[in-house]
């Protein structure tokens, strides 16, 4: 599918999320603004290596990294811009052709797409986690720094 067409699809997949979870204003743009960067960063990944998961990972890191700066800029919570930024990295299709396996007992289908499904999610977690972690304790760091005795 044409590249253009997926940041498309990524960008309004996270501003209809953003819309159902109530963002508002200049936070609704960038909170869909982050789903077509970590797509952005997805398709980028894909070009250099064919492992999704490395792709997932790499892509949610680069979307950690813009919901943490855009939580400071905008002084909201976190999970404004990731939440909706990380809807089009969800492997649903995965996870709906593992439900369809459940549905007609190809249960070797099953291992396999919920393998793929958990597996990518995973390495969603993996790269969030890692990132929230990493930010927080430079962010303290700093702080500390600026601040040595409060």
């Known amino acids: 599918m044409n590249p253009i067409v997926q940041l498309i699809a990524a960008w309004a997949g ?9 963002v508002r204003g200049r936070k609704l743009a960038f909170a869909s603004l982050g789903g077509l960067l970590a797509w952005a960063v ?3 990944v894909a070009r ?3 492992n999704d998961y490395l792709c997932g990972f790499c892509a949610s890191v680069a979307l950690t990294l813009y919901a943490e700066i855009m939580a400071i800029c905008q002084k909201s919570p976190v999970t404004v811009f990731l939440v909706s930024a990380a809807i089009p990295l969800i492997p649903g299709a995965a ?13 070797p289908g099953l291992w396999q ?12 977690s993996a790269g969030i986690t890692v990132t929230t ?3 927080q304790l430079i962010r ?3 702080h500390a720094h600026v601040h040595p005795h409060g």
């Open 133 to 135: 972690i990493l930010f």
């Open 95 to 107: 996870l709906y052709r593992a439900m369809d396996c459940v549905m007609h007992g190809d249960w």
């Open 42 to 44: 997805y398709l980028l």
């Open 48 to 50: 250099f290596t064919e």
């Open 113 to 124: 797409r919920g393998s793929y499904a958990l597996l990518f999610a995973a390495c969603m």
């Open 140 to 142: 303290g760091s700093l």
């Open 14 to 22: 996270s501003l209809g999320f953003a819309l159902l979870f109530n």
